[in-house]
């Protein structure tokens, strides 16, 4: 029975690439699986559960995932998007991520850029409610790089001292 579980939702592979970073640098007794098929959450100590942004929130489909989080489970969230890092856009989804999985202990976040596809930058570009993301998407086109996966590899080696530890410290 695998202790941590590293969940991810991805439609153009950049949040797999980052949850396959995280998974590498986990200590054994681990799965890594997309959120539609990760089952029952029960058995796991600690939850790794990623998403892209998409319309300033979390996707759908890892919404449902998040709220199926029980209670008291240990979780860390990561994420990925097109808008430069550490702005308000890149913050929203997280802090929605957060309410989601409301009765879960958080141990923290981490987040990156990662390109967006031409084709979803045609059709989001058209989009009045994209234009604020839109403009700083095209420069994103490099992530998630070497140097970003190098940072969610600490981050998950970080968490995973915390999850042993039993600390909790909340966004
Ligand atoms: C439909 C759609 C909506 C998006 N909305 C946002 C957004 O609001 N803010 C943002 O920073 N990036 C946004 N992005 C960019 C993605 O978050 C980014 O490309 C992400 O790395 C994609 O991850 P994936 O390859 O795992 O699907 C959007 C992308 C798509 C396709």
Known sequence: ?????????????NTKLVAESIFG?????????PMAEAGDLAPYALIFAGFPVQTHSVPYPAEVFLRSVPEGKKIALFSTHGSVTG??????????????????????????RGKVSMK????????????AWADMAASAATHPDASDLEDARSFARWIATLGAQGHYRGL
Do not use: N, W
């Not at 029975?1 to 592979?13: E, P």
């Not at 979803?120 to 234009?131: D, F, G, I, T």
């Open 120 to 131: 979803a930058l045609e059709v989001l570009m058209q989009s009045p409610e994209h234009e």
């Open 25 to 33: 640098a986990l200590p054994d007794d681990k799965t890594i699986k």
């Open 1 to 13: 029975m695998a202790k941590t579980l590293v969940a991810y939702y991805s439609l153009t592979g």
């Open 87 to 112: 702005s308000r856009l890149s913050r929203e989804a997280l802090e929605h991520a957060s309410v989601l999985i409301a009765g879960a202990k958080l141990l923290g976040t981490f987040s990156c």
